[in-house]
């Protein structure tokens, strides 16, 4: 009960809480360098052969409607994010070598 105690007392101040709020989750990735025909569902069914998903996102430009290049893909655990990390980054998705990172919160 102590250590919850501990979180309930942690000031929007302090830098133990700004580090969590700025670490963004480690269930969500950053996948960059995606191909303009790379859709909602092509990324999912990439991803999803590593767990399952909560959300995937391209990037659209709002005039043309099209990929800007990147997008997100948000894991259930943190260890299914882990895994998909490892395992798609570098790899290829639509004649593309991807790049994929966890997601940074700002």
Not at 39 to 68: P, R, Y
Not at 85 to 104: C, F, P, W
Request: proline share 2%; hydrophobic share 35%; glycine share 10%.
């Amino acid at each position: 009960m102590q250590s919850l105690n501990r979180f309930r007392s942690l000031s929007p101040a302090s830098p133990y809480f700004r580090w969590l709020a700025s670490r963004g989750s480690a269930k969500k990735l950053f996948v960059g360098g995606l191909s303009q025909d790379t859709n909602e569902t092509i990324l999912k069914d990439a991803f999803g052969q590593h767990g399952e998903i909560i959300e995937a996102k391209v990037i659209c430009d709002h005039v043309s409607g099209k990929s800007k290049g990147y997008g997100f893909v948000q894991f259930t655990s943190e260890d299914e994010a882990c895994i998909a990390l490892k395992e798609m980054d570098g790899q290829s998705l639509d004649g593309r070598k991807i790049r994929v990172t966890y997601a940074q919160k700002g």
